[in-house]
């Protein structure tokens, strides 16, 4: 932290971060996953900010959510000047303090930043996984990530953080390895994916492999699936937004045009920005690494997984103190959700505080710099650090 | 109406109905389209239950919705015995009920069931319009349905009725033909398109495009473009349910299996559900309708065509009697609008009924068999019928 750049009103910067690898279950190890398959060598990429203190009681876990990586914050060494995507809320005096905290934020497993994944080269034939990559689940990208702590020496977190997916996985840690878990915070995110989420991750889906150039995943030495990827990406971007956020965004405004066009170009500023989105995001993103994680992201049901069905069973080994934040627009995880996890917990007896955030911009409130969440983040963290 | 056929709880039906068909603007006539565009000649299929009165003061014209036609009671004569879209709505002792009511639905200017769209020959070329059918309104649509009642001799409607894109239809007869329309049914729908359901249409339609079958609208002699049609309905169909609705009729039941299949088939029922709606639309529908009949929903605002920008003005010339009813749970058409819109007809001194229904099968709810709102229909084409 040598260098801080300032962000215009997010406060200092980490500055300048790097993009770590961590290589594991190298032959003759393979990490065994949810599906009983088998995977390796796996390397996950991650960014590092802030130290370690002596005590090793100061680190927290970021995850990161659908289309996210392990740049959080500040901003790459070298090529990639982008800010990290959640460069509001960490770094130096910010609601998660990198001059308090070391936070730790990898790719995720199945993922395209860095991390192993259905684009990755497969040992076993030199050529990219596609569709023989194995289906990954939000238990298996916590045990990949467990992994990498223990590599870096890490034997207890201050707090796993996540939003959406994110919040899944944080969730997830909580259960999976109560003991090493001191806090978690889960913000705009389920126990359990529900049939209205599952529906458009589908819809996604069909999107991608519906287009011809997907050829069973099997695209990586010619076209890509790019206008498949572009619509699941349009999709799932009006999920994240709200009406009353689309409507003070763009509402009927035409697109550098006074009339409209009686054809079937963008007329509307919605449509305009929705194609760009879609177009954006197939130069940055795999398409079959949004088939894996969407398809992790619904099969994800905590209560199954470690509750027999039940979600105040799935807490019952919990340990952690929690903080659960929903959003007011949210309808792709709406505050309900929300209020069935903070039950679950209470009625286990756990730590738990829960606020509903007034937003108008739907799930991506979480992602979004916001005074009000930085404040409750930043004294949660405080409280539990001081609590010890 | 010789014949009944019972349909279970549905009470008596119509019986056996007919298509029928009316043709105009035959060259060298031409209807003059919003767009300065010119069109003909014009073919209008529909559908006549109940008798005209000596009066001829007992006519309701329903309008249809997206995907709906003119088939609105009953069974069709001959090869197809599918109910009516308004089945549960239309007939003798129903909400609009047909021993009293001569009751008139047109597939729409646009459509694919029999009405003049672009799967029609272009009598120009010999061949299907395509792409070269001219982009039609909210406003068109009328103007063709128009002349169909001044056809048949109807010089004055009782009532115009429609839900959704049914509705626009009926709010705008009830501006652009004042003194034609004794009373507006406004089910689940808007005075404009909001950005959200812009948005929605607009990757529905790239999702048709998208297809390398649409060849530009060009398909009609070879393959269609089905996987992108079939991707269009799926988005549709999640938009017309409810996360409610959702949760009761899937919730995360899987389908036809024990376990997860930890790759890309359908593991969910509601997943299933989409691929199957999908699959069966693409049998009945047109790509091409799909495009142009979104793009009339998009561009429709009464506030713009008849008020310069304002809903208050929009209504100014308005003589009808008002019956505004949506949903509690239809996100799509929220409540929010309805109110705007009773408000802007309140202020002009209009006679109007407001309802807000409490449903939890979201936007669809207007075409679920509901006794609550055949009732209230009933009750208002009553005392609309009764104060002359």
């Known amino acids: 932290m040598s260098e801080y750049i300032e962000h215009g009103r997010q406060g200092r910067s980490v500055g300048l971060t790097e993009k770590l690898f ?4 190298e ?7 949810e599906s009983t398959a088998r995977l390796g060598p796996i390397t996950l990429a991650y960014e590092m900010v802030g130290e370690i203190n002596s005590a090793g009681d100061n680190v927290i876990l970021v995850c990161h959510a659908l289309t996210g990586d392990s740049h959080m914050a500040g901003c790459y060494h070298h090529d990639d000047p982008r800010p990290g ?21 990898a790719n995720i497993l199945g993922g395209c930043m860095g991390s192993t994944g259905p684009s990755s080269i497969n040992p076993a034939t030199g050529k990219p996984y596609g569709l023989a990559f194995p289906v990954v689940t939000i238990g298996d990208m916590v045990k990949a990530q467990r992994a990498l702590l223990d590599h870096l020496g890490v034997r207890s977190l201050l707090a796993v953080i996540g939003g959406s997916l994110g919040g899944m996985q944080a969730l997830e840690w909580s259960v999976r390895y109560p003991e090493l878990v001191r ?9 359990h ?4 989420a599952i529906a458009f991750n589908e819809i996604g889906r069909q999107a991608v492999m519906s287009d011809p150039n997907f050829n069973k995943g099997d695209y990586y030495s010619g076209p890509r699936p790019d206008l498949g990827l572009a619509l699941a990406r349009m999709i799932g971007h009006v999920t994240y937004l709200s009406d009353e956020a689309m409507r003070q965004k763009f509402g009927r405004r035409l697109q550098d045009r006074q009339d409209f066009s009686f054809n079937f170009d963008a007329d509307f500023q919605v449509e305009s920005y929705l194609r760009y989105q879609g ?6 993103f795999d398409a079959n690494s949004y088939l894996y994680i969407t398809k992790a992201a619904d099969y994800y049901d905590l209560r199954q997984q470690h509750g027999h069905g039940s979600e105040l069973e799935g807490f019952a080994g919990a340990k952690a103190k929690y903080l659960v934040v929903s959003f007011t627009s949210d309808w792709l995880y709406p505050t309900y959700q929300s209020r069935g996890l903070v039950k679950a917990l209470k009625k286990n007896g756990l ?6 955030i007034e937003a108008q911009c739907g799930h991506d409130a979480f992602l979004l710099p916001n005074p009000r969440l930085s404040g409750l983040i930043g004294g949660f963290l405080a409280r539990v650090s001081e609590e010890g």
Chains 1, 2 share one sequence.
């Open 183 to 191: 806090s978690c915070v889960a913000l705009a995110t389920t126990s």
């Open 22 to 25: 961590y290589t594991f279950a």
């Open 27 to 33: 032959p003759p190890g393979q990490l065994i996953l």
């Open 193 to 196: 994916h529900s049939a209205l």
């Open 351 to 356: 730590d738990v505080s829960f606020c509903e």
């Open 85 to 105: 995507w959640w460069d509001s809320m960490i770094g130096p005096g910010k609601g998660i303090d990198t001059d308090r905290y070391c936070v730790i934020c």
């Open 279 to 284: 177009s954006k995001f197939v130069q940055r």
